[in-house]
């Protein structure tokens, strides 16, 4: 599997958008990037995912570059409930053996 | 709907001790994993099911075992906690192995401490 690269920590002031964005050099062409949220006490959370070009959904967009080796989450105007660790993951979509391999993920911190 | 649900929240126990996690999820998902996160470090594989009846390791697997009881239930044992143990457990399912177009979706954790 691709090894992911991303900040250890960013932050953010309240209505900013903030984008973060993750390094996988390695990436093949059976990989899919995926991203997810994890709050204090809880475990993460699915966000967004994709291969390639761009995807939005209602909590996020993934832009993706035509060379696929880096891939950036943009959160919209970023609220202080947004302030969590955000992982991104690289899979292949098509073996069903290696289960996704979590990172440090990166610790937003948004400030008032 | 509750999800993946773990139990019990919170457990200290004395080096030596046993103890079973449990973990169950109501969403007809075939595939099941445990991980556990120490702080500053990001999730680590311990054992995962890719499907009822089969179980493999994961990134750390020593110290542990599991059994997926049936398609719903996997349960993570220590046999003998160590204090390197003391961590935050969480169990996940997705609806097929492959985690593309099938998420993971987590419990909210077990924190054990082992003194």
């Known amino acids: 599997l691709a090894k992911t690269t991303q900040p250890i920590s960013m932050d953010s002031y309240e209505g900013q958008e903030v984008n973060i964005t993750c390094s996988h050099n390695?990436?093949?062409?059976?990989?899919?990037i995926t991203w997810y949220q994890q709050f204090p006490s809880q475990g993460p959370r699915f966000i967004i995912q994709?291969?390639?070009t761009k995807v939005t959904n209602e909590v996020a967009s993934l832009f993706i570059p035509a060379d696929r080796k880096s891939s950036t989450l943009s959160l919209p105007r970023v609220s202080l409930s947004d302030t969590a660790v955000y992982y991104c993951?690289?899979?292949?979509?098509?073996?069903?053996?290696?289960?996704?391999?979590f990172g440090k993920g990166t610790r937003l911190s948004v400030i008032a | 709907n509750a999800g993946v649900t773990q139990t019990p929240k919170f457990q200290v126990l004395k080096t030596g001790q046993s103890m079973t996690l449990q973990c169950a999820q109501d969403?007809?998902?075939?595939?099941m994993y445990w991980y556990r996160q120490d702080p500053g470090m990001g999730l680590r594989l311990i054992y995962y099911?890719?499907?009822?009846?089969?179980?493999d390791k994961g990134e750390v697997p020593n110290g542990y075992n599991v059994s997926r009881l049936n398609k719903r239930e996997f349960s993570l044992r220590l046999e003998s906690a160590a204090p390197s143990q003391t961590s935050v457990y969480f169990c996940?399912?997705?609806?097929?192995?492959?985690?593309?177009?099938?998420?993971?979706?987590f419990g909210n954790g077990t924190r054990l401490t082992v003194t």
């Open positions: 099911s890719a499907s009822e009846g089969t179980t």
């Open positions: 996940a399912s997705s609806e097929r192995q492959t985690s593309y177009n099938s998420p993971l979706h």
């Open positions: 969403m007809n998902h075939n595939s």
């Open positions: 390695n990436i093949a062409t059976n990989d899919y």
């Open positions: 993951l690289v899979g292949d979509m098509n073996s069903g053996n290696t289960p996704l391999v």
């Open positions: 994709g291969y390639k």
